[in-house]
């Protein structure tokens, strides 16, 4: 089984470098910068206070394999399902809700996995880990998969509510996390009174298309700050590297979907707005 990590940054370099870790056949496609670094001297895994090596090929171009991990960013989605063999097995490890049913627009076998992983590029071919690392999916192969070769993974009867729940916690703190520069904890500590009105119109526009929350989903956004503390958000890293950020996927979709729907989303469409005039400033 020769699994391809199309977007080989932070997440996918970490579920990579497991898979890779378990025995798995993987190639990590990514940046030039950190393929010469993985070529030269592995990945490089920090997690719970170790630093792990792991064997794993890299590559600057898509490669054929068996299947494709997706973790590139949402705004690069389509080039990349037009790039990959017609009728792939794609798995998309993605923010927003809406990006297997890309893959599947575009004639591929795609399915949904929703990341719960903290991680950060701390250097060329180096993962910095900050918090949990858990996958949570519907399809029981890929579970298998998964499951195989070590990585942590659950089963859900059904993987939109989980990606709206991600939705949830990624409206949260991405954008707030890239405007201030703070991490979780500080942010849930010094601005819960944002984070508890993004998350509550989020809820209130899922619940408007048929997803129901169940749960309080504040409490729920505000307890991943315990485990993640130290976590910045991936929208705080693309500003700091002067890429174009998924916010339009994140803030920006909620805020999109309440027009549509009749619903009022201020607090997202006031992010999403900040954090534009951040993205065209670094650009």
């Not at 393929?35 to 990945?43: D, F």
């Not at 076998?109 to 950060?120: E, H, L, N, P």
């Not at 998964?146 to 991600?166: A, Q």
């Not at 991405?174 to 010094?190: F, P, V």
Request: one cysteine or more.
């Amino acid at each position: 089984m020769h699994v391809v990590v199309a977007g080989a940054g932070a997440v996918g370099c970490y579920i990579g470098g497991l898979l890779a870790r378990g025995g798995c056949d993987v190639t990590l496609v990514g940046r030039a910068r950190h393929v010469e670094a993985i070529q030269a001297r592995w990945l490089s895994i920090e997690t719970g206070g170790d630093t792990i090596s792991v064997p794993v090929r890299a590559s600057t171009e898509l490669v054929a394999g068996d299947r494709y991990l997706a973790c590139v960013k949402t705004v690069d989605s389509d080039s990349l399902a037009a790039a990959l063999p017609a009728g792939s097995r794609v798995l998309t490890l993605q923010n927003g809700v809406d990006g297997a049913a890309r893959f599947r627009a575009a004639g591929h076998m795609a399915d949904a996995c929703v990341v719960y992983v903290g991680a950060y590029m701390g250097g060329d071919g180096h993962v910095v880990h900050t918090g949990r690392g858990d996958l949570a999916l519907s399809s029981a192969d890929w579970g298998a998969l998964f499951t195989s070769f070590g990585v942590p993974c659950r089963l859900v009867e059904d993987v939109d509510v989980e990606l709206w729940r991600k939705l949830v916690l990624n409206c949260a703190y991405n954008a707030i996390s890239a405007l201030t520069g703070a991490r979780y904890g500080r942010i849930a500590a010094e601005a819960s009174a944002v984070v508890r009105a993004a998350v509550e119109e989020t809820v209130a526009v899922a619940a408007a298309q048929g997803i129901r929350l169940e749960g309080d989903q504040v409490q729920f956004a505000l307890d991943l700050a315990i485990p993640m503390k130290d976590t910045i958000s991936s929208t705080a890293q693309d500003l700091a590297f002067g890429r174009r950020t998924e916010i339009d996927s994140l803030n920006g979709y909620v805020a999109a979907r309440g027009r549509e729907l009749g619903v009022p989303t201020p607090v997202n469409a006031m992010l999403r707005q900040l954090v534009k005039l951040r993205e065209r400033a670094t650009a």
